[in-house]
C-alpha cells in the first residue's frame, strides 16, 4: 500500500473526502505561503525508535506509525508526520522503542491456575501425580476461562498480542483473551481418552469445530487444529485433521518429540518414530506446528525442512521438565521456520515472551558453540514474524508495515537495567524485562497503558480474578491432599 500523502499548493477545490483536510498554511521556501493537506487517522505513535521487523535488522530512529481502523497506514518520520498527519490521538514515546506484538506460538493459557503445583518433578510423575489428578478433579469451562484471564493478564503486560493455544473448552479460552482485547489462535483440541469436555475424538473435534463457526465473526480470533501429541491420537483421526486442515486450510498444531521416551514407544507400538508415521499420516506439511521438537535426527530436520513446516521453541518448558534442548541453529540453517512459545506456566512457569526469546537465543549459542547463532534480530523475528508465519496469519500481523494490523508494544529502554544503549534490539532481546513493557496496542486499540489494562482501568476485573484464583489454589490443593491419601 502507498502512503496516503497528499499535499498542494494553493488548493481551492472542494474535499469530498471527509478524511483530508486542509489544515494551515505554511511557509514556503520563496517566501509565499502553501495549504496543506492533512490526512485524518484514528492514532499517531512517535517513538524514539521502530524495530519493524521487517527488513530484519533495521531500527528507524525518531520514526511514527500512523493507524487507521486498525491498520497501518505510514511508517515515515516523526518531523514528516507532523506535516502529514491529523490523528485523533497521538502520544509520543521518548524513551522507548516499539516493535510488532509478541506472538507466544504455543502455550495452554487455563493452566496459569497450576502455576507452581509439581515443580521439579520428572514429566512422568509431573503428569501423573499432579497435573492429571488435577485435571481430571477440576476441568471445567470456569476453571479454563478463570485461568486463561490470569494468563491474559500476564501474556499483555509481557507484551504478548496474539496466543495460539491449546486446551480443553477451547470457547472458555477464547472469551478470557478477548475480554482483555488479545488476539487468539485457539486450538481444536483432539484426544482420544474421554475427560468431562468431550468423550472422544470425533467428540472433541466436533465441539471445536462448533467453537469456530461461534466466532467466526470475530476477526481477532483464528484457530488451528490441534491433536494434542502422536501418542495420545489415533492414526484414523490423525488422518481426518490432514483432511479437515486442507478443507478449511488450518495449521496443525501438535507436541512432537518432546522427549526420548515417547520416540522409543512409538518405535515400540508402530514400528517408527513420530515424525515419521505424522508424515504417512499426511501431517507433516507447511500447515505443521511441531511444538517441542527436542529430539531430531539430521533426517527429521532434512523433513521439516522440505515440507516448509515450522518448530514452536518453548526451551524454558523442555529445561523445566529435563526433556533436552531443541536444535535451533540447526533447525533455521536447514530452513526450518522457528518460532517461540512459552507452553503453559504449569511447566516455565512464567507466560514472558521476553524471557523466552532470550533464552532461546543464548541456549542455540551454547549448544552450536557458536556466539553468531541465532542472532538478536533473529530471535525477535523468531517470536513475532516466525510465529505469524506458522500461524498463516503473516500478512495480517508479525512486522510492523503499510498493510498490516498495528498490533504494536512499547518497551521503555531508559531504566538502569537497559543503560547505555548500543544496539537497540540486543537491548531488547539480551537486556530488556517484561517489566520495561508499557503499553500495547492490538488492531490499533490502546489495551494496556502504562502497564494498566484498559479493558480493567478501575482494577477490579483483577481483584474479582484474584479471588477467583485463591478459590482454584485452595480446591488444587484439596485435590492433592486427596489423591495423595489414596
Ligand atoms: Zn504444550
Not at 525518531?62 to 502520544?91: C, F, K, M, N, W
Not at 475427560?195 to 484457530?223: H, M, N, Q, W
Not at 532481546?429 to 494496556?448: F, K, L, P, Q, S
Request: charged share 20%; hydrophobic share 45%.
Amino acid at each position: 500500500m502507498q502512503s496516503l500523502s497528499v499535499e498542494a499548493t494553493n488548493f481551492d477545490g472542494d474535499l469530498t473526502c471527509n478524511r483530508v483536510s486542509v489544515c494551515c498554511n505554511r511557509a514556503d521556501s520563496r517566501g509565499g505561503s502553501k495549504r496543506v493537506l492533512m490526512i485524518d487517522i484514528d492514532t499517531l505513535l512517535h517513538a524514539r525508535w521502530v524495530v519493524p521487523v521487517v527488513p530484519r535488522a533495521a531500527v528507524l530512529e525518531r520514526h511514527a506509525i500512523a493507524i487507521t481502523r486498525g491498520s497501518i497506514v505510514d511508517v515515515l518520520p516523526s518531523a514528516e508526520a507532523a506535516q502529514r498527519y491529523r490523528a485523533t490521538e497521538e502520544q509520543t514515546f521518548e524513551t522507548h522503542v516499539v516493535t510488532p506484538g509478541l506472538v507466544n506460538c504455543h502455550t495452554h493459557s487455563a493452566m496459569a491456575l497450576l502455576r507452581g503445583v509439581g515443580d521439579d518433578l520428572p514429566l512422568m510423575r509431573w503428569l501423573k501425580d499432579r497435573i492429571w489428578p488435577l485435571e481430571s478433579a477440576l476441568i471445567s469451562a470456569e476453571f479454563v476461562h478463570d485461568g486463561a484471564q490470569l494468563a491474559a493478564l500476564e501474556m499483555l503486560r509481557s507484551g504478548t498480542t496474539t496466543a495460539s493455544d491449546m486446551y480443553f473448552y477451547p470457547e472458555a479460552t477464547v472469551r478470557a483473551l478477548r475480554s482483555f482485547g488479545m488476539r487468539v489462535a485457539a486450538g481444536i483440541i483432539a484426544i482420544e481418552f474421554p475427560t468431562i469436555y468431550a468423550s472422544d475424538a470425533e467428540d472433541y473435534l466436533r465441539k471445536g469445530l462448533a467453537t469456530r463457526d461461534a466466532f467466526r465473526s470475530d476477526p481477532l480470533v483464528s484457530f488451528t487444529l490441534a491433536p494434542h501429541a502422536p501418542y495420545t491420537v489415533a492414526d484414523q483421526t490423525l488422518r481426518r485433521i490432514a483432511v479437515l486442515a486442507e478443507e478449511l486450510d488450518l495449521p496443525i498444531h501438535t507436541h512432537v518429540h518432546e522427549t526420548d521416551d515417547e520416540i522409543a514407544e512409538s518405535v515400540a507400538t508402530h514400528g517408527c518414530r513420530p515424525l515419521e508415521r505424522l508424515d504417512r499420516l499426511g501431517i507433516v506439511s507447511e500447515r505443521l506446528i511441531a511444538v517441542h521438537a527436542v529430539h531430531l535426527n539430521p533426517h527429521e530436520i532434512q523433513l521439516l525442512a522440505q515440507r516448509g513446516s515450522s518448530v514452536a521453541h518453548c526451551p524454558a518448558s523442555n529445561l523445566k521438565l529435563g526433556s533436552g534442548i531443541a536444535p535451533i541453529a540447526r533447525l533455521a540453517a536447514a530452513g526450518v521456520r522457528v518460532a517461540i512459545g512459552t507452553d503453559g506456566a504449569a511447566s516455565n512457569n512464567r507466560i514472558d515472551m521476553l524471557a523466552e526469546l532470550r533464552l532461546a537465543a543464548l541456549l542455540a549459542k551454547g549448544v552450536a558453540h557458536d556466539a553468531s547463532v541465532f542472532n538478536a534480530p533473529e530471535a525477535l523475528e523468531s517470536a513475532t514474524l516466525g510465529a505469524a508465519c506458522a500461524l498463516g496469519l503473516d500478512r495480517r500481523i508479525g512486522s510492523i508495515e503499510i498493510g498490516k494490523e498495528a498490533d504494536l508494544i512499547a518497551i521503555d529502554l531508559a531504566s538502569v537495567e537497559t543503560q547505555p544503549l548500543y544496539d537497540v534490539v540486543s537491548q531488547i532481546v539480551y537486556a530488556a524485562g517484561r517489566e520495561h513493557v508499557t503499553d500495547v496496542w492490538i488492531a490499533g486499540n490502546h489495551v494496556v497503558r502504562k502497564r494498566q489494562a484498559l479493558a480493567d482501568s478501575d482494577g477490579l476485573l483483577e481483584k474479582s480474578l484474584m479471588a477467583s484464583v485463591g478459590a482454584w489454589q485452595n480446591r488444587c490443593r484439596q485435590v492433592l491432599l486427596t489423591s495423595r491419601a489414596a
